[in-house]
């Protein structure tokens, strides 16, 4: 399961595992008591990290020195969007930014966040990665062009459809991970294993990597971990 209100609609289910990959944190949405110990039969991976939201803002402060005020441009109904605003305002703070949060909430709000965006007057933005800023990332990517407005995403295929830059996960090696952990949950029954607890929900972190470059890893398990990240710059645009 990868979809938000998918897995909203299939919370209820008990009697078989349930594997996820999802934007978001699975606690607040209620899928695991804790990443450690998810405690039901819901388990997988999160793209969510608070390290990675952290860094985005680092990255566009060295792309840029010259910045002062920040967009960040948040889906509300996100579960982790607070956890991952606290993340990014702190960042902020420390390298001496304003923030100006722009709020919405799901994709038909998307253009009132935007309008907003523009009334700021920042110089830059930062959009979190989620569902609804997934599937507008053209139009949001564009809107940046179009205002001059310097554009730091979450993922490769927001920057692939013309955003300035993005530092996350890659989603689709991701998903060729989470294949190889659904194998280790069936070798798992197979042996009749039945503490579904002991299944943690995989998260990032991001140590450094030889070339100075960031590479995306799991806390656990390498086996089932989120694949290598790096930053990732769009196709050329005059701003």
Do not use: C
């Not at 793209?47 to 840029?64: C, G, H, P, Y």
């Amino acid at each position: 399961m990868s979809s938000g209100p998918a897995i909203r609609a299939i919370r209820g289910v008990r009697d078989i595992p349930v594997l996820f990959a999802i934007s978001g944190d699975p606690v607040e949405l209620g899928l695991a008591e804790s990443l450690g110990r998810p405690g039901a039969n819901f388990t997988g991976l999160t793209f969510l990290s608070l390290e990675i939201a952290a860094k985005r803002v680092d990255l566009l402060k060295q792309a840029m020195p010259q910045l002062r005020r920040l967009a960040v441009l948040s889906n509300t109904d996100h579960p982790g969007e607070r956890s991952e605003r606290r993340a990014t305002e702190e960042a902020a703070r420390t390298l001496g930014l304003v923030v100006s949060y722009i709020p919405f909430t799901g994709g038909g709000e998307l253009d009132k966040g935007l309008s907003a965006v523009r009334d700021a007057k920042a110089d830059a933005m930062v959009v979190f990665p989620e569902g609804a800023t997934m599937v507008a990332r053209a139009k949001i990517a564009q809107f940046a062009i179009a205002e001059r407005l310097p554009s730091m995403f979450g993922w490769s295929e927001y920057a692939d459809s013309g955003g300035l830059m993005s530092y996350g996960a890659n989603q689709r090696e991701t998903y060729v991970r989470l294949a190889a952990f659904a194998d280790k949950l069936r070798r798992r029954q197979n042996r009749g294993a039945t503490d579904r607890a002991a299944n943690p929900v995989r998260a990032g972190r991001e140590p450094a990597d030889g070339s100075g470059a960031r590479r995306h890893s799991s806390v656990v398990d390498s086996a089932a971990s989120q694949s290598p990240d790096r930053v990732e710059a769009g196709p050329p645009t005059t701003l």
